[in-house]
C-alpha cells in the first residue's frame, strides 16, 4: 500500500489521464454548489482535489465532514482545469484531481490559529503550538534553508579535508563569560558536570591530538539574559586548524561564507571581503560589528571641545573623554523635534547624558541651544569637520569612551533606519580585526579577556605585557555581516609561558588556573602545534540571511526570552525523589 505516488507539488499537464495516490493535509474546503474543492498541502505545496457527485456519488457523500487540517489519502484522475479557473499562482494550478477514493487517516480539533503566513498571531501561542506553527509556508522555508546551509558547510569541510569530531556535552565548569548550565552527578556526590558553552577547549586538545583540520555542529549552552538575536541553547559551527596564519583561516572561511550564500539564498558574492581594524571600527562606527551598508560615519571633536565654553564638553574632554558627533546628512525634514527627543532618551539606555545637537537651516544659520557657547570660529570648525550642510541636523554626545561609542553606534543604526539609508537587499560582509586582549569590567573592577584567555597576542604587542597590557592587541577576527557578528576566532596560545603570563594579566594565578584548566594545561606541555579557528553562530548567521528579526524564527524549537519552551513547559519541577538521587535539596516553598 502507497500513501502517495506523487508529492503535491508534482502533478502538470503532463499527468493527465493518469490514475495518482496523494496523501496531506486539507488546507482549504470549498463547496461550490455541490461540488467540493479541497487544496491538499504537503511540505512540497498543494494540489486541488475536486468531489463530483457525478464522477463518484459515494466518496462526494463522504467529503461533506471534511475539515481544514484533516490528513486525508486519496485516490483518482488527474484531469485539465478550464482555462478560466487555471490558477498562475500555484506550481499545479493547471490540473486537479477528481477523487474516487478517500481515506480519512486522521481528524483535527478547530486550531488555535490558521495556517496562513498572513494571519497575524502572537509569538507565544505560536511556539506553544510549534508543530502547527512549523506547518506554515515561511517557517517550513526558514527550517529547509537552515538544512540547506548545514549541508552547504559539510560539503566544503569534507572537500576541503576535516573531520567531523563529536566533542562531550557533559564536561568540566570554566570561566568562559557567562554562567554556566550545572548538571548534579548522581554518581559522584557534591560535584556537578557542566554544559559546554563552547567546544574551545576540546578542539585545541584536538589540535594537540594531531587532528589538524576539525569542524563540529556544536550544540552550546549559556546561561545568559536573552534577547532577539540569543538563545540560552543555540547551535555553533565550530572549525580548528593546525599550522595554519590567520590569513589562511580567513581566505578559507571567507570562501565558505560565500558558498553559504549562494546555497541558502541564491546571492552571489563577488567581492573581497574588507578587513577593519578594530581601533578604527569603533572610531568610525562606535561599534565592533558595524553595519556597512549605509554611511553617517563618528566625527571625533574632542579637540575642539576642549577649547569651548560648553563646559560639560569641555569637562569632559579636559579629563580625557571623549566628545563625538554624527550628521544626519539631510535629515531635518524626517526628524522633527519630537523624534529628537526620543532619540535623546534612546541615547540614555546606553549612558548617555543628554544629546546636544545643531540644526543647519536651508539659508545656513542654525538652531541650537548650544551654539551659544562656542566663537563663531568654532561653531565653523565643528561644521566643517562634519560636512555639515543646510537641512542637516548634527548629534553630540560627550561621554566616557564606552558610552560614546554605545550611544553613538547606536544612534547611527537608528538614523539609518528612520532615514531609509539602508538598503536590505545588500548583504555587506566584513572581517573586525586585531581585538585588544583585555577588556574592563565596572562590574568586577578587574580585566578579562575579550574573546577568551587563550587568544594569541600579537608579535609586535608582547612587550606591552609588562607596561601597557590593556593595550595589547591579539591575533583575532570576527565575520560581521549587515551589523551582525555572524563568526570569531583567532590564532590561539600554544606555548605554555606565554599562557601563564595571561593568566596572570586576569588575576588568575597559578594554582587557580591549574584547578580550573589543568587538563588543558597538560596536554600543551606534549608538542602543542600552533593552530587557530574560528566559531560561527548557525542560528544568527541563517537568521541575518533570511532577513529575520528574532532568531526564535531559525531555531526549530526556541525558547522565550524567559529561556521557558511553552509547547513542553520547560523548566519544571521534578519529583521530590529526583532530588534525593541526586543529594540535593531545594529551598523553595511549595505554593
Same mark, same amino acid.
Given at each position: 500500500m502507497y500513501y502517495r505516488t506523487h508529492a503535491l507539488n508534482e502533478l502538470s499537464k503532463k499527468n493527465i489521464g493518469e490514475k495518482v495516490t496523494l496523501s496531506g493535509w486539507i488546507n482549504t474546503r470549498r463547496d461550490h454548489g455541490g461540488v467540493i474543492f479541497i487544496d491538499l498541502r504537503d511540505r512540497t505545496g498543494m494540489t486541488q482535489i475536486v468531489f463530483n457527485p457525478e464522477y463518484n @456519488?459515494?466518496? =462526494?457523500?463522504k467529503a461533506h465532514g471534511l475539515r481544514s487540517e484533516y490528513v486525508l489519502k486519496v485516490q /483518482?484522475?488527474?484531469k485539465a482545469r478550464d482555462e478560466i479557473n487555471i490558477n498562475p499562482n500555484l506550481k499545479t494550478g493547471e490540473v486537479e484531481v477528481f477523487i474516487n477514493e478517500l481515506e480519512i487517516l486522521n481528524k483535527s480539533e478547530v486550531l488555535p490559529f490558521e495556517i496562513d503566513d498572513n494571519t497575524t498571531v502572537n509569538e507565544n501561542i505560536r511556539l506553544k503550538y510549534r508543530y502547527l506553527d512549523m506547518r506554515k509556508p515561511k517557517m517550513y522555508n526558514n527550517l529547509l534553508k537552515r538544512s540547506k546551509m548545514i549541508n552547504s558547510m559539510r560539503n566544503f569541510f569534507m572537500e576541503e579535508d576535516f573531520l567531523e569530531v563529536d566533542t562531550p556535552v557533559l564536561t568540566k565548569s570554566t570561566p568562559e563569560g557567562a554562567r554556566d548550565f550545572l548538571v548534579p552527578s548522581r554518581m559522584n556526590e557534591g560535584k556537578f558536570y557542566a554544559l559546554p558553552q563552547s567546544p574551545q577547549l576540546f578542539k585545541q586538545i584536538l589540535m594537540v591530538g594531531g587532528i589538524e583540520r576539525y569542524y563540529q555542529i556544536a550544540k552550546c549552552f549559556r546561561d545568559e539574559d536573552l534577547r532577539a538575536d540569543r !538563545? &540560552?541553547?543555540f547551535t555553533q559551527v565550530d572549525v580548528e586548524l593546525s599550522f595554519v596564519t590567520e590569513n589562511e583561516i580567513m581566505d578559507m572561511m571567507e570562501k565558505l561564507s560565500k558558498k553559504i550564500a549562494k546555497d541558502v539564498v541564491d546571492v552571489d558574492i563577488d567581492y573581497k571581503f574588507e578587513k577593519l581594524d578594530y581601533n578604527i571600527a569603533m572610531e568610525k562606527y562606535g561599534s565592533d560589528k558595524p553595519d556597512t551598508r549605509f554611511g553617517l560615519e563618528l566625527v571625533d571633536l574632542t579637540d575642539i571641545a576642549k577649547e569651548c565654553d560648553f563646559k560639560v564638553f569641555r569637562t569632559v574632554a579636559q579629563k580625557g573623554g571623549l566628545v563625538k558627533g554624527i550628521n544626519a546628512k539631510a535629515g531635518s525634514g524626517k526628524l522633527s523635534r519630537k523624534i529628537i527627543d526620543d532619540l535623546t532618551k534612546f541615547v540614555s539606555i546606553y549612558g548617555a547624558k543628554g544629546l546636544a545637537w545643531i540644526k543647519i537651516n536651508e539659508d545656513g544659520s542654525y538652531a541650537s541651544v548650544i551654539t551659544k557657547f562656542f566663537s563663531e570660529e568654532q561653531v565653523e570648525q565643528l561644521v566643517k569637520r562634519m560636512n555639515g550642510e543646510p537641512g542637516d541636523i548634527l548629534f553630540f554626545v560627550a561621554d566616557k569612551p564606552k558610552v560614546v561609542y554605545d550611544s553613538l553606534g547606536n544612534l547611527r543604526l537608528q538614523l539609518g533606519e528612520k532615514l531609509d539609508?539602508?538598503?536590505k537587499d545588500e548583504y555587506k560582509f566584513l572581517w573586525v580585526v586585531d581585538f585588544p586582549l583585555l577588556e574592563w569590567s565596572e562590574e568586577e573592577k578587574r580585566y578579562k579577556a575579550q574573546h577568551h584567555p587563550f587568544t594569541a597576542i600579537k608579535s609586535e604587542d608582547m612587550d606591552l605585557m609588562e607596561t601597557a597590557p590593556e593595550k595589547i592587541r591579539?591575533?583575532?577576527?570576527d565575520l560581521v555581516l549587515n551589523g551582525?557578528?555572524?563568526?570569531?576566532?583567532?590564532?590561539r596560545i600554544h606555548q605554555e609561558e606565554t599562557q601563564e603570563k595571561v593568566f596572570k594579566l586576569l588575576g588568575l594565578e597559578k594554582e587557580e588556573a591549574e584547578e580550573k584548566f589543568g587538563f588543558f594545561l597538560n596536554a600543551f606541555k606534549y608538542?602543542? &602545534? &600552533? =593552530? /587557530?579557528?574560528? @566559531?560561527f553562530g548557525l542560528d544568527r548567521f541563517l537568521m541575518v540571511l533570511l532577513k529575520e528579526q528574532s532568531i526564535r524564527e531559525v531555531i526549530p524549537f526556541p525558547k522565550t526570552q524567559k529561556g !521557558?519552551?511553552?509547547?513542553t513547559e520547560a523548566p519544571s519541577g521534578v519529583e521530590f525523589t529526583q532530588l534525593r538521587e541526586l543529594n540535593l535539596k531545594s529551598t523553595l516553598k511549595k505554593n
Amino acid at each position: 500500500m502507497y500513501y502517495r505516488t506523487h508529492a503535491l507539488n508534482e502533478l502538470s499537464k503532463k499527468n493527465i489521464g493518469e490514475k495518482v495516490t496523494l496523501s496531506g493535509w486539507i488546507n482549504t474546503r470549498r463547496d461550490h454548489g455541490g461540488v467540493i474543492f479541497i487544496d491538499l498541502r504537503d511540505r512540497t505545496g498543494m494540489t486541488q482535489i475536486v468531489f463530483n457527485p457525478e464522477y463518484n @456519488a459515494e466518496v =462526494h457523500s463522504k467529503a461533506h465532514g471534511l475539515r481544514s487540517e484533516y490528513v486525508l489519502k486519496v485516490q /483518482g484522475e488527474v484531469k485539465a482545469r478550464d482555462e478560466i479557473n487555471i490558477n498562475p499562482n500555484l506550481k499545479t494550478g493547471e490540473v486537479e484531481v477528481f477523487i474516487n477514493e478517500l481515506e480519512i487517516l486522521n481528524k483535527s480539533e478547530v486550531l488555535p490559529f490558521e495556517i496562513d503566513d498572513n494571519t497575524t498571531v502572537n509569538e507565544n501561542i505560536r511556539l506553544k503550538y510549534r508543530y502547527l506553527d512549523m506547518r506554515k509556508p515561511k517557517m517550513y522555508n526558514n527550517l529547509l534553508k537552515r538544512s540547506k546551509m548545514i549541508n552547504s558547510m559539510r560539503n566544503f569541510f569534507m572537500e576541503e579535508d576535516f573531520l567531523e569530531v563529536d566533542t562531550p556535552v557533559l564536561t568540566k565548569s570554566t570561566p568562559e563569560g557567562a554562567r554556566d548550565f550545572l548538571v548534579p552527578s548522581r554518581m559522584n556526590e557534591g560535584k556537578f558536570y557542566a554544559l559546554p558553552q563552547s567546544p574551545q577547549l576540546f578542539k585545541q586538545i584536538l589540535m594537540v591530538g594531531g587532528i589538524e583540520r576539525y569542524y563540529q555542529i556544536a550544540k552550546c549552552f549559556r546561561d545568559e539574559d536573552l534577547r532577539a538575536d540569543r !538563545q &540560552p541553547e543555540f547551535t555553533q559551527v565550530d572549525v580548528e586548524l593546525s599550522f595554519v596564519t590567520e590569513n589562511e583561516i580567513m581566505d578559507m572561511m571567507e570562501k565558505l561564507s560565500k558558498k553559504i550564500a549562494k546555497d541558502v539564498v541564491d546571492v552571489d558574492i563577488d567581492y573581497k571581503f574588507e578587513k577593519l581594524d578594530y581601533n578604527i571600527a569603533m572610531e568610525k562606527y562606535g561599534s565592533d560589528k558595524p553595519d556597512t551598508r549605509f554611511g553617517l560615519e563618528l566625527v571625533d571633536l574632542t579637540d575642539i571641545a576642549k577649547e569651548c565654553d560648553f563646559k560639560v564638553f569641555r569637562t569632559v574632554a579636559q579629563k580625557g573623554g571623549l566628545v563625538k558627533g554624527i550628521n544626519a546628512k539631510a535629515g531635518s525634514g524626517k526628524l522633527s523635534r519630537k523624534i529628537i527627543d526620543d532619540l535623546t532618551k534612546f541615547v540614555s539606555i546606553y549612558g548617555a547624558k543628554g544629546l546636544a545637537w545643531i540644526k543647519i537651516n536651508e539659508d545656513g544659520s542654525y538652531a541650537s541651544v548650544i551654539t551659544k557657547f562656542f566663537s563663531e570660529e568654532q561653531v565653523e570648525q565643528l561644521v566643517k569637520r562634519m560636512n555639515g550642510e543646510p537641512g542637516d541636523i548634527l548629534f553630540f554626545v560627550a561621554d566616557k569612551p564606552k558610552v560614546v561609542y554605545d550611544s553613538l553606534g547606536n544612534l547611527r543604526l537608528q538614523l539609518g533606519e528612520k532615514l531609509d539609508l539602508i538598503n536590505k537587499d545588500e548583504y555587506k560582509f566584513l572581517w573586525v580585526v586585531d581585538f585588544p586582549l583585555l577588556e574592563w569590567s565596572e562590574e568586577e573592577k578587574r580585566y578579562k579577556a575579550q574573546h577568551h584567555p587563550f587568544t594569541a597576542i600579537k608579535s609586535e604587542d608582547m612587550d606591552l605585557m609588562e607596561t601597557a597590557p590593556e593595550k595589547i592587541r591579539t591575533v583575532s577576527y570576527d565575520l560581521v555581516l549587515n551589523g551582525n557578528e555572524v563568526g570569531g576566532g583567532s590564532l590561539r596560545i600554544h606555548q605554555e609561558e606565554t599562557q601563564e603570563k595571561v593568566f596572570k594579566l586576569l588575576g588568575l594565578e597559578k594554582e587557580e588556573a591549574e584547578e580550573k584548566f589543568g587538563f588543558f594545561l597538560n596536554a600543551f606541555k606534549y608538542g602543542a &602545534p &600552533p =593552530h /587557530g579557528g574560528i @566559531a560561527f553562530g548557525l542560528d544568527r548567521f541563517l537568521m541575518v540571511l533570511l532577513k529575520e528579526q528574532s532568531i526564535r524564527e531559525v531555531i526549530p524549537f526556541p525558547k522565550t526570552q524567559k529561556g !521557558q519552551c511553552l509547547m513542553t513547559e520547560a523548566p519544571s519541577g521534578v519529583e521530590f525523589t529526583q532530588l534525593r538521587e541526586l543529594n540535593l535539596k531545594s529551598t523553595l516553598k511549595k505554593n
